[in-house]
């Protein structure tokens, strides 16, 4: 089944409505890949998301422990179903898109994550992404009792000597003691650096209309995200569509009466009537 553009924009917006932290992560990521890809079918990936929740099923009947969790999922992922993290293409934007990372069979960090996290949840167990800069972790939990696992690396268990070399790897000092590092973050949040993954990318090579469409599809998931809307305007604004920015920014008043950084939007909008004029 291929889903029209409109389909789809339509249950991303679905989404960005729903107000919890747990959502259906990886409908989610798949929509957002589709979005990208319009022409490739949703159901057919549905089902590959669902052969993957099957056989973890099946192999995580007798499993109670967190360690045998991470076995399982270890075995299930990444060796019965080949994903591993790209480390020769790391930068390639498919890493980010989940429907090719499933074709590819390999991905980012947060795009292996999400797989782990949507297997994960079908079996009742609490996982859940961190707020960990530049490379994208898990924590498992049962009981009170949690561990970290890394999705890019086999769902290899991660200690704290293993974050500090990782924080030291992607930005070169020690990593503060007290931090909110190892916090968890929302499900909304992990979608929005999956995406943003495709957006920076797509600024750092100069390809502004792909950086807007990204941005677009941002803004459908985090309707009520000042830091995302604003960057979208302008953006759209410096590709020569004022206009547009500027419905963008009035549409987002009408629905958000209420908001904080109000003055940050009203603001960029009187900017960008200034110019034309």
Request: hydrophobic share 40%; with cysteine; glycine share 4%.
């Amino acid at each position: 089944m291929c889903l029209t553009k409109s389909d789809i924009s339509e249950r991303l917006a679905v989404i960005g409505t729903q107000g919890q932290n747990v959502l259906n992560i990886g409908e989610a990521a798949l929509l957002l890949a589709n979005l990208d890809l319009p022409k490739n079918s949703f159901e057919q990936y549905q089902d590959e998301l669902n052969l993957i929740t099957s056989d973890l099923s099946a192999a995580s009947r007798e499993v109670e422990t967190l360690s045998d969790r991470i076995t399982v999922l270890s075995e299930t992922l990444y060796k019965q179903h080949r994903f591993q993290g790209d480390v020769e293409t790391y930068d390639d934007p498919q890493n980010a898109n989940l429907m090719r990372v499933i074709d590819r069979r390999k991905g980012l960090p947060v795009a292996l994550g999400i797989l782990a996290i949507h297997a994960g949840r079908t079996q009742g167990w609490e996982i859940a992404g961190l707020n960990f800069p530049g490379h994208f972790l898990l924590r498992l939990s049962k009981l009170g009792e949690d561990v970290l696992i890394d999705p890019f690396n086999e769902a290899r268990l991660v200690v704290n000597e293993d974050l500090q070399k990782i924080f030291w790897r992607i930005h070169n000092r020690n990593m503060p003691e007290q931090s909110d590092f190892v916090q968890s973050v929302s499900d909304r949040d992990i979608l929005v650096r999956l995406q943003n993954n495709i957006k920076i990318r797509a600024l750092r090579e100069g390809d502004k209309e792909r950086a807007i469409k990204i941005l677009q599809s941002i803004v459908l998931i985090t309707p009520t995200s000042v830091e995302f809307l604003a960057e979208l305007a302008v953006l759209e604004a410096s590709s020569g569509r004022i206009k547009s920015a500027l419905e963008r920014l009035e549409r987002f008043i009408q629905r958000n009466t209420d908001f904080s950084n109000a003055s940050s939007i009203l603001s960029l909008k009187e900017q960008l009537n200034r110019s034309l004029n």
